[in-house]
């Protein structure tokens, strides 16, 4: 099980680099936070991408939309940092990793890839 930041959705919808590792994870299943996949949403949709099919794709691998918990948003509030660059959908996915203790998987190299944190390339 992982959770797939809005990165690491858009890489493999896009065919990007990391996309294969992204796809094998998805066969495992996984969880995207709510806010993670409004981000998805919005930014295909930005780009007269058709959201409808992406979305069909993405569920077809049993993808779980995760709601924000209290305990996810005081988490996000609490790991805010001046400058780190971390935007709240962003703090609000590592919250949920951290709440389920699984892998959170990311393109998003500002991340790192210290703790539970997967680059996907």
């Known amino acids: 099980m992982n959770v797939f930041d809005a990165s ?13 590792v992204v796809e094998t994870a998805l066969e495992a299943g996984g969880l995207c936070g ?7 949403a919005q930014k295909l949709r930005s780009h007269d991408r058709n959201w409808a099919l992406s979305r069909s794709l993405l569920l077809s691998y049993g ?16 790991s805010w940092q001046s400058g780190r660059g971390l935007s ?3 703090r609000l996915c ?8 699984v892998p959170v998987l990311t393109a998003d190299r500002a991340w790192g890839a210290a703790g539970r944190i997967q680059q996907i390339r």
């Open 8 to 20: 690491a959705l858009l890489a493999y919808l896009q065919g990007e680099d990391g996309s294969a």
């Open 34 to 40: 709510a806010a993670n996949w409004s981000e998805v």
């Open 63 to 78: 993808l779980v939309i995760e709601p924000v918990t209290v305990e996810d948003a005081e988490a996000a509030a609490r």
């Open 88 to 90: 709240l959908a962003d």
């Open 94 to 101: 590592l919250a949920l990793g951290d709440r389920l203790d």
